[in-house]
């Protein structure tokens, strides 16, 4: 018999039916997030965007209590674009990835000064701080019913299954976008993004995924094919380099530490931090870190070193530390007891606390 023992590859049922069936299904087993409207209720913009950015790179369970606490904080729009940016900043610690706060922050002061409403189109959106084309998609489609494809890595996921498409990523991002498209429905395209969002992260997850729970069984190719669990396919990771610092903890006579600000652009902008030398690929020697220390002192080294992954490299920072009597230094001299009132960020975090041992 032709194709005996050759799983049989399902046809596609038609984009309607497909939208019906996972917005039946997001009916019955949408999550409950504490920026999604209640069913029947009409998004509020604000809450929806909010969300996206704090949700670039980080997951739901981490970003639900900094939601919570910025919304009880700055309960609209208006209000957080009052917020000076070192409160921004501050109430941000801990999401990492800081531009995105920075960008935040003056989005909402780019819509405030239009009026405080949003674009409701794509195009418009993109032109705010912070916006790039998955969020404008997002915000656009939830916050506004526009018929947009809104896809971030869960959305690719079940594209590549559903389609069984062995393209490698980021070469098949195209293709799943495309695909993506052709999928939205004229109407409940917001709660249509949310499901498909929805079915990645819950029943489409990237190992085990529940192909029994899934609306979208019957149709998927790589079910079908006993492949779910490979797709999407990605290209190898490289390994990420290594770079190397020092940083200054300098304590003057009344205990205050010395902190500075990093300059407002590049990684951790606007970020307080324990002055350090330049990140480099070298180790630095203990002779060349003390000739570009923030000032001449009798500088010791703190046994150990402060290890931190950033998303393209990973860097390791060893401490040096001196006491010094009436020293002005470029910087701001910080009580013990207020550090934790900086925007600091977990680096430096791990810095001071290996130095404060």
């Known amino acids: 018999m032709a194709g005996y023992g050759v799983p049989r590859r399902p046809s596609i049922p038609d984009p309607a039916r497909l939208a019906g069936q996972l917005l ?46 910025f919304v009880a904080r700055w309960p609209d729009l208006g209000s957080l674009a009052r917020a000076s940016l070192d409160e921004v900043l501050h109430a941000w610690q801990g999401l990492g990835y800081y531009a995105r706060a920075r960008n935040l922050h003056a989005c909402a002061q780019a819509v405030a000064a239009r009026g405080g409403r949003f674009p ?73 993004a949310q499901a498909a969002m929805d079915l990645g992260a819950t029943v489409c997850t990237p190992v085990k995924p529940k192909c029994g729970l899934c609306p979208w069984r019957a149709a998927c190719r790589a079910h ?52 350090s030398t330049a990140w480099r690929a070298t180790p630095w020697s203990e002779a060349e870190a003390k000739r570009a220390a923030p000032f001449r002192a009798r500088w010791r080294r703190v046994p150990g070193a402060v290890r931190h992954g950033f998303t393209h490299f990973d860097l390791e920072l060893e401490i040096l530390a001196a006491r010094v009597n009436g020293r002005r230094a ?20 791990k810095v001071i606390a290996a130095a404060s041992r």
Not at 123 to 135: D, H, N, Q, V
Not at 175 to 189: C, F, K, T
Not at 245 to 267: D, I, Q, S, T, Y
């Open 330 to 349: 470029p910087g701001l001299w910080v009580a013990p007891g207020r550090i934790k009132d900086q925007a600091l960020p977990s680096l430096m975090k």
């Open 24 to 69: 039946a299904w997001y009916d019955r087993h949408r999550r409950v997030l504490p920026w999604r409207a209640p069913r029947g209720a009409a998004p509020d913009p604000y809450r929806v965007w909010l969300s996206e950015i704090m949700l670039q790179q980080t997951t739901v369970a981490v970003v639900g209590p900094y939601f919570r606490r």
């Open 120 to 192: 409701a189109d794509e195009a418009g959106l993109r032109e705010l701080p912070g916006i790039g084309a998955y969020t404008a998609a997002a915000v656009a489609a939830i916050a506004f019913g526009a018929r947009t494809a809104a896809v971030d890595g869960n959305v690719e996921r079940v594209m590549a299954r559903l389609y069984a498409v062995r393209t490698r990523l980021p070469e098949a991002k195209p293709r799943l976008r495309d695909l993506a498209a052709a999928l939205v429905p004229a109407a409940r395209s917001g709660d249509y």
């Open 224 to 275: 079908a094919l006993g492949i779910a669990e490979i797709l999407p396919r990605r290209a190898p990771k490289k390994a990420k380099p290594q770079r190397h610092g020092v940083a200054f903890w300098a304590v003057n006579a009344k205990g205050a530490v010395l902190l500075r600000r990093r300059p407002e652009k590049g990684l951790l902008g606007g970020m307080m931090e324990v002055p």
